[in-house]
């Protein structure tokens, strides 16, 4: 299990490791190398350039700016568990990322890298989903925003164009009376999980985002929320909540065993009751 | 025999609680293992692996640059393919090329091995080779294998079955019970993922004209053994050297076709070569393990006594025969040992070892034991639900009882000793099964369900010449032996044919010549792994390490200190009758010599020695065999209590006791390792490790992200409580206890989580129980009730 043969550069700024990007199309970025690493290495990717984006200090900036709070791409999980960055998010990003995976993998796994990498259990991909983040992305063309539901377009699937790389996060400030819950299953501590749901839900503007996550493809974006609470979203929401709207809409994001079904019916109803 | 010789000998003798000697080294991660070794010249291997299970070759593309550096079965004309043949009747023989010769039949099997300076560049070229496969049919279940029209792993035997056999007696006396239960009952296949994979470093010694294989193995000899048969080589001519070895639990007692690739190609290179395994390889290639399939009836009266079993076990044994085990031992072993400490009037036990196109398997730390234990044990609960009875009473009107020891169960294995209703009773004290089930009907304020599960196992271990013999595999265990010899400075020298990898044997050895010598263990040195070294053995397996290597350091060490007592009775000029040896030194009347001395006037000094000394010196090399070898039986009985969330299907072990008996324990500390080790591996085999398969034979988990191993927060501490019945029959009364751990876990958690799942009437009958099964199992439960309803 070694990697083909591969150039390796680590350069201090963006423009740089954009051109080194922009002038192979077999160039591939590299960050916490924590999902990259075993693809090298089972040649799962065998590109002839790896771009090492962790000594530009542009992508470890996390600043509030305005009614957002901006991480850099390298902005590792570990960074967000200890608290070294600001929030805004009411402590519900640290509660995520001290639970990612184990503490090696949080040193070194970053946002920008597991973004990227879309794995639809991944939990920033649907945690940040439900907190309607957007990525900044920037090529030596130019830059764009994108919403994160739009950024992740299927399993291990994003809309990155060759030659781009996301450079930051933009999370939006949790409203005041907006109740945040969020739960996964795991077969064991530290495992992807296999059931995740994600909910920012607000009883006083009859509004949630519920993102329902380890799926087989990109996160469910639940598109009418109230249906899962008989047509309306209110403070008894734990209780309207119906396993049978649930379910229905997991058989039509196509999921036909009805194990899974319940499993992912399961998380969701606990990260409503969990939600505050 | 047993008994302690010594407490008061310092307190390094049999029993005490010493921490391990190798620990030294291996904590400061100082141990040597075989990537470790670096030879002038060594270059390294990568293999070009078959990626479909079942295939006809018709090409092998090496590029024209590569052409020196690649090489197939048409290079390693003069090697002979692996055969490990059972002598059981019936027995069908597989041929393992080395190197694969007209199909494969296995994804991973090898098929051209590349060389260059690093491993990565011996990738490299392995990737440029083009494999030209026709691909056929697979077959990769091993029930589907049987049914007539399977594709034929090896087509000239007609069918897939390696062997098959029969055992009864009288099954028809049981058919009358008013107590019948039935059940399939599977296990998963299984990796053993030891932390260090395979891998060998080959060279020549052309001053000694002898090859030199360092190979991470259990049983340096016997690949030995094998490896000149393939090669055609004198044993003489062959040096195994087994190093530190990073875990083997069976998966490092084979003779590997990449150990005779890598031997031939030394030879023919000229240049040291090494190989070594990487998880991909481990996981997807090397030997599995575990898959067994049960149909299986128990028979009872209202009362709960068994009347009798009737069984047909299946077990995967994968495309090709292992040297040395063979194909069938597995599943051989179910018929003989699956009615355990239960007495019973009849059984009957039909078994099939069954090629597929995976992988072959080998014995794992507890061998067909673990899915025995789960079969029965799964299966008395369900008796004792039929009679109403609480599992551990039904387990209790079972076993055999402490005054029918020794015992010969309906399988004619002899029991030595032990007090199985004893350690049930004492795991259920523990646990406390009454606070319990009042908890159980109390109910979780989380809504999980609590569950309770006991089980007991026992294993054979140590077991020799006479249960061998009837195996007919290469491999028959005689006496052990052992070299003592002092050194000139009083320090001691043990070499045995064992290899420890785990078993602390640089530790218990040493106690045990302390026993014997009164030598301090620092000044014991225990040799291992090394055929040059050490004294002819099949090696560690079988949990028989401390009963043989244990037995026959004593003896040597024994007889060592009669010519230690001869010297110092001359050097004090008493008669022989007249001085002892104790506590390190031979005592008379007249006054004392110590060890040191001894051993200085031997080796440097022999003018001082009396001319009718015994000439054969301060070495010794003598041989131990139990009174009986028909193996010590230790046991225990496990009790484990789950709490199971019946919506995310997820499981947690909330308390678990282990009440065991290994006989005469030489470090009980040691013991308890053992158990903790094996306990957090019957948890794997309980909830987590599978390597599943799709239908064309591919491996499907080929990292760890889809292997699953418990770690550090699935493994409990356990409650751990000791009995010690001595063997009759073997030195100190010690019995074999490595494997225990593994093999109960599995039937107490499962039994647990079926007893948490009772009100839902849902059941489990297959390992691993994942969230998946269980939900599926609720919900299956719960359909079937509404169509009852
Ligand atoms: C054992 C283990 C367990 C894990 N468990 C979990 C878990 O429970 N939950 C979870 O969410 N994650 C888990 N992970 C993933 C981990 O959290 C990492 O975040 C993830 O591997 C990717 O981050 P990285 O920085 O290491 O990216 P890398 O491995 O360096 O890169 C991953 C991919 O993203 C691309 N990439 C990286 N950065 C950028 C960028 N800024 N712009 C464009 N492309 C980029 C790379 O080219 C590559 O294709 C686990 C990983 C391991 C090894």
Redesign the pocket.
Same mark, same amino acid.
Request: cysteine-free; charged content about 15%.
């Given at each position: 299990m070694k990697p083909a043969p591969f150039d390796y550069a680590r350069p201090r700024d963006l423009d740089a490791a954009l051109t080194l990007l922009g002038n192979n199309a077999s160039a591939?970025?590299?960050? *916490? *190398?924590?999902?990259? *690493?075993p693809m090298l290495n089972l040649r799962l990717a065998q590109p002839e350039q790896i771009v090492d984006?962790t000594a530009i200090d542009e992508l470890k900036l996390a600043e509030i700016s305005g009614d957002e709070l901006v991480l850099g791409?390298c902005i590792t999980?570990a960074d967000i568990e200890d608290g070294r960055v600001p929030d805004v998010t009411g402590g519900a990003m640290r509660g995520v990322a001290a639970n990612? /995976?184990?503490r090696a993998?949080r040193n070194? *796994?970053?946002l920008?890298?597991?973004l990227?990498?879309a794995?639809p259990a991944?939990?920033?991909v649907s945690v940040l989903t439900a907190l309607d983040a957007r990525v900044a992305l920037r090529s030596t063309s130019g830059v764009r925003q994108v919403a994160l539901g739009d950024f992740i377009v299927g399993a291990l699937q994003s809309c990155?164009k060759s030659g781009e790389?996301?450079t930051a996060v933009h999370v939006p400030k949790r409203a005041a009376t907006a109740q945040w819950g969020y739960i996964k299953t795991c077969r064991k501590t530290?495992?992807? /999980?296999h059931g995740q749901c994600a909910v920012l839900i607000d009883p006083t503007t009859a509004s949630a985002r519920i993102v329902i996550g380890a799926l087989d493809a990109a996160p469910v974006v639940v598109a009418e929320p109230a249906e899962l609470f008989g047509g309306r979203i209110d403070a008894n929401y734990k209780t309207t909540f119906d396993v049978r709207v649930a379910d229905r809409l997991l058989g039509d994001a196509g999921i036909v065993d009805a194990a899974q079904r319940h499993i992912h019916v399961t998380v969701m109803q606990r990260a409503l009751r969990e939600a505050a | 025999m047993h008994g302690r010789v010594d407490q008061h000998q310092g307190g390094q003798g049999v029993g005490a609680r010493l921490p391990r000697k190798e620990d030294d080294r291996l904590m400061r991660g100082r141990g040597q293992y075989v990537a470790d070794i670096r030879l002038a010249g060594m270059q390294d291997v990568a293999f070009v692996r078959s990626p479909l299970a079942h295939a006809r070759i018709r090409g092998i593309h090496v590029p024209e640059i590569y052409r020196d550096r690649v090489f197939t079965a048409a290079d390693l004309v003069d090697v002979n393919p692996i055969r490990a043949v059972s002598g059981l009747p019936g027995f069908k023989i597989s041929e393992q090329p080395v190197l694969a010769t007209g199909k494969v039949r296995q994804v991973g099997e090898l098929v051209a091995m590349c060389v260059a300076p690093t491993r990565a560049e011996a990738e490299d070229i392995a990737a440029a080779v083009v494999l030209d496969l026709e691909e056929l049919p697979a077959v990769s279940d091993m029930l589907q294998a049987r049914s007539p029209g399977a594709p034929l792993v090896h087509e000239h035997w007609g069918d897939n079955v390696f062997l098959e056999t029969n055992f009864e007696v009288d099954i028809s006396a049981a058919l009358d019970a008013p107590i019948k239960v039935s059940r399939e009952i599977t296990t998963a296949r299984q990796c053993m993922a030891p932390l260090e994979g395979r891998g060998a470093v080959a060279s020549f010694d052309h001053r000694l004209d002898q090859l030199t294989l360092h190979t991470a193995a259990q049983m340096p000899h016997i690949n030995r053994t094998g490896l000149a048969e393939c090669l055609g080589m004198d044993q003489g001519r062959i040096r195994v050297i087994s190093p530190d070895v990073g875990g083997g639990f069976g998966q490092k007692g084979i003779l590997l076709p990449e150990e005779v690739c890598l031997s031939w190609l030394t030879m023919r290179l000229g240049h040291p070569v090494r190989w070594i395994e990487d998880r991909r390889e481990n996981l997807t290639a090397s030997a599995n393990c575990r898959e067994h399939h049960y149909k299986i009836t128990l028979y009872a009266d209202r009362n709960g006594k068994l009347r009798g079993i009737d069984c047909e076990a299946t077990v995967d044994s994968g495309a090709y025969s292992s040297y040395p085990f063979s194909a069938c031992l597995e599943a051989a072993q179910v018929a003989s040992i699956l009615p355990g400490p239960y007495v019973m009037p009849a059984y009957r036990c039909r078994t099939f070892s069954v090629a597929t196109n995976k992988c072959p398997i080998l014995p794992y730390r507890g061998v067909a034991r673990t899915g025995v234990c789960f079969a029965l044990e799964l299966m008395l609960d369900l008796v004792a639900a039929e009679a109403g009875l609480e599992p551990g009473e039904v387990r209790l009107r079972n076993l055999v009882r402490p005054e029918q020891m020794p015992f010969d169960n309906i399988t004619n294995k002899h029991f030595d000793s032990g007090d199985y209703p004893q350690a049930l009773q004492r795991a259920l004290k523990a646990i406390d099964v009454d606070a319990l089930r009042a908890r159980q009907a109390r109910g979780e304020p989380d809504g999980r369900r609590i569950g309770l599960g006991v089980s007991i196992y026992c294993e054979q271990a140590a077991h020799g010449t006479s249960v061998y013999a009837g195996w007919g595999i290469p491999m028959v265990p005689g006496h052990e032996q052992a070299t003592a010899r002092l050194t000139p400075d009083g320090g001691l020298e043990l070499r045995v044919g064992v290899h420890s990898h785990g078993q602390s044997m640089e530790t218990t050895l040493a106690q045990v010549a302390h026993e014997m010598l009164g030598v301090d263990v620092a000044n014991v040195r225990i040799i291992l792994g090394d055929t040059a070294m050490t004294p002819y053995s099949t090696g560690t397996w079988g949990s028989r390490a401390a009963v043989m290597a244990g037995g026959a350091v004593a003896t040597a060490c024994g007889d060592l200190g009669e010519r230690i007592r001869r010297i110092g009775a001359k050097l004090l000029q008493q008669d022989i009758a007249d001085v002892e040896f104790v506590g390190g030194e031979v005592r008379g009347v007249s006054g004392s010599v110590t060890l040191r001395e001894i051993a200085h006037t031997w080796y440097r000094r022999p003018q001082d020695l009396p001319p009718d000394v015994d000439p054969g010196g301060l070495e010794v090399t003598s041989g131990y065999k139990p009174q009986r070898d028909s193996g010590t039986f230790s046991y225990a009985a496990h009790a484990a209590v789950v709490a199971v969330d019946p919506d995310l299907g997820t499981v947690e072990i909330l308390d678990y006791v282990i009440v065991e008996d290994g006989g005469v324990l030489i470090n009980p500390m040691v013991v308890d390792g053992q158990i903790f080790g094996g306990l957090a591996q019957g948890i794997g085999t309980a909830l987590y490790e599978e390597m599943p398969f799709d239908a064309a034979g591919q491996p499907l988990a080929t990292t760890f992200a889809d292997y699953l191993l418990p770690g550090p927060t699935e493994v409990p501490a356990p409650r751990l409580d000791h009995m010690e019945t001595p063997s009759p029959y073997t030195r100190f009364g010690v019995k074999g206890i490595g494997e225990g751990g593994a093999i109960a876990p599995p039937a107490a958690i499962a039994n647990a989580v079926n007893d948490a799942l009772r009100p839902f009437r849902a059941e489990l009958m297959r390992s691993p129980i994942t969230p998946h099964r269980v939900v599926e199992a609720v919900i299956a439960a719960q359909d079937a009730g509404r169509a009852a309803a």
């Open positions: 591939k970025v590299m960050a *916490g *190398g924590q999902s990259l *690493g984006i791409a999980h990612i /995976a184990y993998v070194r *796994g970053t920008g890298g597991s990227s990498h794995d991944a939990d920033w990155l790389l996301v530290g495992e992807f /999980a | -």
